[in-house]
């Protein structure tokens, strides 16, 4: 199978179960379960959290394991969609256009924006509190894993640290703290839901974790790039906004061929951690691949 007809496959298997685990639009309060489904279900969403779940899960335990991911799958992509409908609001980034149509603020209000958000972030735990547990990871062990990714020390971190910095001089060393908690974090947590979910035992774990952490700087160094040589169109979001907020970028410390050849140089390493995992990773790779590559 061609490597985009996989991504389409996970994509549509993943809005598949997405829809099945969120309540429809026409339940009341309506409005939010309509607010929450916009930003969901935007045509421009990459899933590329769930898709790296899901990977993981084939990498650890076949296909039988990727059904099984498919609830923590589902999980990740509400976090990731609550903090970007967040994010987009005018007390943040102030953007009027994500995923390729209008910021959920935008068509529904702030008010309801926060709240779809609030719900999203809410309905993850839900998620991921009615999905299977393993031998290894019970419940308690993964609503722990989403919790700290999603807490203060890690997302909220990331978003505190970039929010705090815009305008100022920030080193690499600062750059980095942001996006390892804003990008690599969740991406992280995405591969490792995947490993837990095909049972997989302390050793796999921790490969998948340093193959996040560098796929996921990886990601960020990319986004940064793209910012700068990318259109609204293409981008499904404002481009050159990091210029515009005076943000601190891989591009701006590093000049664009530095920042490419970093994003080169964490592809790399992360594709060094996968080794242990021989053939079975073939679809991480693939995925890593995909992302130093990507247009959007
Ligand atoms: C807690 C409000 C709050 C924010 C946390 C994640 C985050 C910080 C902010 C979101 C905006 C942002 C620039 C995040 C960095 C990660 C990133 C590049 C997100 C975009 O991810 P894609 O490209 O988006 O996977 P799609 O729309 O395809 O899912």
Redesign the pocket.
Known sequence: MLFSAYLAAQRQRIDRALDRALPKETRKPATIHRAMRYSLFAN?????RPILCLAAAEACGGARAVSEALPLACAVECI?TY??I??DLPA?DNDDFR?GQPTCHKVFGEGLAVLAGDALLTHAFELVARARAWPRYDTRALLHELAVTSGSLK??A??VADLEGEGKAIDLAQLRFIHEG??AALLTTSLRFGAMSANADATTLRTLTTFGRALGVA??VI?DILDVTQTTEKLGKSAGKDVAAQKATYPALLGLDGARAEAKRLTARAHAALRPLGARAEKLRALAEHLLQREN
């Not at 421009?44 to 590329?48: E, M, N, P, Q, T």
């Open positions: 421009g969403a990459k899933r590329l990731h903090s970007l967040h994010d943040m995923r997302l909220i990331g978003q804003k990008t990601f960020q986004d």
